[in-house]
């Protein structure tokens, strides 16, 4: 299954010193590096501006046929396996997977000169990827499933981060709420405010995701999703330094914490709920709400990178990929819904201790999403998020 | 080795002047944004953290690694090899590795804490995401680093000397701190210089095993790196770091070359 935990890079050990004639300045050499390795890795990348999106999208369409293998660029375990090598069966093509573990780490990859055919960023990076002119237009016409989406989900005719999904095609959705045990919590009132719940003392968490803990703020005080005004985020810093005595951690591993007892009340995202149920000895000891003040959604696309080798195969793929038969194996593997009528109710059946998952047509139009603000918001937002894990 | 340690180092300094993109890549530039955020409070508190951390840490480590190693040089016989061995091959994990593994059998229903659940430790008692809890990875990562040095500075040392104090009436501990301490001096210096290094940038222990009040210097730059994608505002933080650490090693280069200056005369 996916997992959205930022995983620390880490540098290995320095291999141990041994004694020699000089002992001592063979020690201070050591120190001075391991002095080093305290530095974080950094290679600078260089970057040339990326030509105007409209370059881009004035190329001839993309045709969709077999032109070479697919180059797949994906979260591990973001897709079933037996999906992908039907994908290579059928088509006689091989794909060649490498993962990434954030957006980040993907960005950066494609900026160091990698080329891949077919990459799933989310809404937000989506956005800035192509109006950085660096994703094909798609022919969305030859998608023989496409009306599947665009005929069933209008929000995906036009959602915010790519007028008319010219540039990508929704490849799942989840949402952010608040996962617990009933167990040890009983039931829960449906409001942000229950991360405040006195029992958990101790065995609250956040997640570490500057946006996620910034948006369960300012949802709460009624700034929307995404707040970027100074006076806004002072509050919203108060808010969480106010539950702070309560909280554990921040910690995006809301999988884990719930399954190993560490959390009985955790922020959480929808597909990492539907994994803790179907790993759970007992599944009905968790619970999963919705805010009424409102749950940020999200969604992960299918993209095709403006240099992809091979973007007819990256086509053919998506298209593979929109098959009823393909879709329901895929959301009964990662746990994630996906924005394709006919599968609703495969994914309700997978969570069905667990309602508040589904993430509905009213829920994608209350349209509470993460989106870019100028850099000085996004500097405003870095700073106020700094000063909370400071604490 | 030091043509790319200094020519990314001056990469880093460089960096902490520029800029980002829209994409968040870095640009090199001549802006001082990134040097003034520096002065937020909020990385005063955290870097101070950091070094109280590290400090224990590293007496932490002496005060276990050093009767593991003087056992070890000192009154191990043939077992000499084997017992080192014992304290170096789990070492060859990977730290990142062996933090998870920590963080599972330390977890609230972890193996360790049902046991003492069992025993009548209050429920309330946890060990993951706790100040005490980031230490205990700090130990436990660096740890090795300490026992080595003092090891080959024990096993150096010539013992007659002990025995000499002994002949010269020196009861076991006037021994013990007139012989083997000043003889063990400089290996415990180079153990607490190898460990604090690290324990002072390191951002696992603290993300695996902290809770929120439990960041260090070494998460935040991560985070700048990782997650808020500005490579400059992480590269001024890496300098502030360096700095911090470059006055410690001043010292610590001092002391030794004084040292040295001793044990030629």
Same mark, same amino acid.
């Given at each position: 299954m996916?997992r959205?935990?930022?995983?620390?890079?880490?540098?290995?050990p320095p291999?141990?010193?041994?004694?020699g004639?000089?002992?001592?300045?063979?020690l201070?050499?050591?120190?001075?590096?391991s002095?080093?390795?305290?530095?974080t890795?950094?290679a600078?990348?260089p970057?040339?501006e990326s030509d105007?999106?409209?370059a881009?999208?004035a190329?001839?369409?993309l045709p969709?046929?077999v032109d070479?293998p697919?180059?797949?660029f994906n979260w591990?375990?973001?897709?079933?396996p037996?999906?992908k090598a039907?994908?290579s069966e059928?088509y006689?093509?091989e794909?060649?997977?490498s993962?990434?573990d954030?957006m980040?780490?993907?960005i950066a990859?494609?900026d160091?000169?990698?080329?891949?055919?077919i990459?799933f960023p989310s809404a937000?990076?989506t956005?800035?990827?192509?109006?950085?002119g660096?994703l094909?237009?798609l022919?969305?016409?030859?998608?023989r499933?496409?009306?599947?989406?665009?005929?069933?989900?209008?929000y995906?005719?036009?959602?915010w981060?790519d007028p008319g999904s010219a540039?990508s095609?929704p490849?799942t959705?989840?949402k952010?709420g608040?996962?617990?045990?009933?167990?040890?919590?009983?039931e829960l009132?449906?409001s942000?405010?229950d991360m405040w719940?006195?029992t958990a003392?101790?065995?609250?968490?956040?997640?570490d995701d500057r946006?996620?803990?910034l948006?369960? &703020?300012?949802l709460?005080l009624g700034?929307?999703?995404?707040?970027?005004?100074?006076e806004?985020?002072?509050?919203?810093?108060?808010l969480?330094q106010?539950l702070?005595?309560?909280?554990?951690?921040?910690?995006s591993?809301?999988?884990?914490?719930?399954?190993n007892?560490?959390?009985w009340l955790?922020?959480?995202?929808s597909?990492?709920?539907?994994?803790?149920?179907?790993?759970?000895k007992?599944?009905?000891?968790y619970?999963f709400?919705a805010?009424?003040?409102?749950?940020?959604?999200?969604?992960?696309?299918y993209a095709?990178?403006?240099?992809a080798?091979?973007?007819?195969?990256?086509?053919l793929?998506?298209?593979?990929m929109?098959?009823?038969?393909?879709v329901?194996?895929n959301?009964?593997?990662i746990?994630?819904?996906?924005?394709?009528?006919?599968?609703?109710h495969?994914?309700e059946?997978?969570v069905?201790?667990?309602?508040?998952?589904?993430?509905?047509e009213?829920d994608?139009?209350?349209n509470?999403?993460f989106t870019?603000g100028?850099?000085?918001q996004?500097? &405003?937002r870095?700073a106020c998020w700094t000063?909370?894990?400071a604490? | 080795m030091?043509?790319?340690f200094?020519?990314?180092?001056l990469l880093v300094?460089a960096?902490?002047?520029?800029?980002?993109?829209?994409?968040?890549?870095?640009y090199?530039?001549?802006?001082?944004?990134n040097?003034?955020?520096?002065?937020?409070?909020?990385y005063r508190?955290v870097?101070?953290?950091?070094?109280?951390?590290a400090?224990?840490t590293?007496?932490i480590c002496?005060?276990?690694?050093y009767?593991?190693?003087?056992a070890?040089?000192l009154?191990?016989g043939?077992?000499k090899n084997a017992l080192?061995?014992?304290v170096v091959?789990?070492f060859f994990a990977n730290y990142?590795?062996r933090?998870?593994?920590w963080?599972?059998?330390l977890s609230?229903?972890?193996?360790?804490?049902s046991l003492l659940?069992?025993?009548?430790?209050?429920?309330?008692f946890h060990?993951v995401?706790?100040?005490?809890?980031v230490?205990?990875?700090?130990?436990?990562?660096?740890a090795?680093f300490m026992?080595?040095?003092?090891?080959a500075a024990m096993e150096r040392m010539d013992t007659?000397l002990i025995?000499?104090?002994?002949?010269?009436?020196?009861?076991p501990?006037?021994?013990?701190?007139?012989?083997?301490v000043?003889a063990?001096r400089?290996g415990?210096l180079?153990?607490?210089v190898?460990?604090?290094l690290?324990?002072m940038?390191?951002?696992?222990?603290a993300q695996?095993?902290?809770g929120p009040?439990?960041i260090?210097?070494?998460n935040?730059i991560q985070?700048?790196?990782?997650?808020?994608?500005?490579?400059?505002?992480?590269d &001024?933080?890496?300098?502030?770091l360096m700095?911090v650490?470059?006055?410690g090693?001043?010292?610590?280069?001092?002391r030794?070359?004084?040292?040295?200056?001793e044990?030629?005369?």
């Amino acid at each position: 299954m996916r997992r959205r935990t930022r995983s620390p890079l880490s540098s290995p050990p320095p291999p141990p010193p041994r004694s020699g004639p000089d002992r001592r300045s063979l020690l201070r050499a050591a120190a001075a590096g391991s002095l080093g390795l305290t530095l974080t890795g950094c290679a600078y990348i260089p970057h040339a501006e990326s030509d105007a999106a409209a370059a881009v999208d004035a190329e001839p369409p993309l045709p969709m046929e077999v032109d070479g293998p697919l180059v797949y660029f994906n979260w591990a375990d973001y897709i079933d396996p037996t999906v992908k090598a039907g994908f290579s069966e059928e088509y006689g093509v091989e794909v060649i997977e490498s993962n990434f573990d954030s957006m980040e780490s993907m960005i950066a990859k494609m900026d160091a000169g990698n080329t891949y055919d077919i990459i799933f960023p989310s809404a937000k990076w989506t956005q800035l990827l192509w109006q950085g002119g660096q994703l094909h237009k798609l022919p969305l016409h030859l998608l023989r499933n496409g009306d599947a989406v665009f005929a069933h989900y209008g929000y995906f005719d036009n959602p915010w981060y790519d007028p008319g999904s010219a540039h990508s095609v929704p490849f799942t959705m989840y949402k952010t709420g608040i996962g617990w045990r009933k167990d040890k919590l009983g039931e829960l009132t449906g409001s942000w405010r229950d991360m405040w719940d006195g029992t958990a003392t101790g065995r609250a968490f956040l997640l570490d995701d500057r946006d996620e803990v910034l948006g369960f &703020a300012s949802l709460q005080l009624g700034c929307g999703a995404y707040a970027v005004g100074h006076e806004q985020l002072d509050r919203m810093a108060s808010l969480v330094q106010n539950l702070r005595p309560r909280l554990r951690a921040f910690d995006s591993d809301d999988y884990d914490n719930l399954l190993n007892g560490d959390a009985w009340l955790t922020q959480a995202w929808s597909g990492d709920m539907t994994s803790v149920v179907q790993q759970a000895k007992d599944p009905s000891v968790y619970g999963f709400e919705a805010a009424k003040e409102g749950a940020p959604v999200n969604t992960d696309c299918y993209a095709i990178p403006a240099n992809a080798q091979h973007p007819g195969t990256a086509m053919l793929f998506i298209d593979y990929m929109l098959r009823p038969e393909n879709v329901a194996r895929n959301i009964a593997y990662i746990g994630y819904p996906m924005p394709v009528h006919g599968s609703e109710h495969g994914y309700e059946q997978l969570v069905s201790t667990l309602p508040d998952c589904v993430v509905t047509e009213q829920d994608l139009a209350a349209n509470l999403v993460f989106t870019n603000g100028t850099p000085a918001q996004e500097a &405003a937002r870095d700073a106020c998020w700094t000063n909370i894990q400071a604490g | 080795m030091s043509v790319f340690f200094i020519a990314s180092l001056l990469l880093v300094a460089a960096l902490s002047f520029g800029t980002t993109n829209d994409l968040g890549n870095a640009y090199f530039g001549h802006s001082l944004a990134n040097i003034e955020a520096l002065a937020d409070p909020a990385y005063r508190t955290v870097l101070l953290r950091s070094l109280a951390y590290a400090v224990l840490t590293s007496a932490i480590c002496l005060v276990i690694a050093y009767p593991v190693s003087y056992a070890i040089a000192l009154h191990s016989g043939r077992y000499k090899n084997a017992l080192i061995a014992m304290v170096v091959v789990p070492f060859f994990a990977n730290y990142l590795v062996r933090m998870y593994g920590w963080s599972t059998i330390l977890s609230d229903q972890g193996p360790v804490l049902s046991l003492l659940y069992r025993l009548g430790v209050p429920r309330s008692f946890h060990i993951v995401n706790t100040g005490p809890g980031v230490v205990a990875g700090l130990v436990y990562g660096f740890a090795v680093f300490m026992v080595l040095p003092l090891y080959a500075a024990m096993e150096r040392m010539d013992t007659s000397l002990i025995e000499a104090g002994r002949d010269l009436y020196g009861g076991p501990l006037r021994t013990f701190l007139k012989v083997t301490v000043p003889a063990t001096r400089q290996g415990a210096l180079a153990g607490i210089v190898l460990v604090f290094l690290p324990a002072m940038g390191d951002f696992v222990s603290a993300q695996l095993m902290g809770g929120p009040n439990q960041i260090m210097i070494g998460n935040l730059i991560q985070e700048q790196f990782y997650g808020g994608q500005n490579w400059p505002q992480g590269d &001024a933080l890496t300098m502030l770091l360096m700095a911090v650490l470059l006055i410690g090693m001043a010292g610590y280069l001092r002391r030794a070359r004084k040292d040295e200056a001793e044990a030629v005369r």
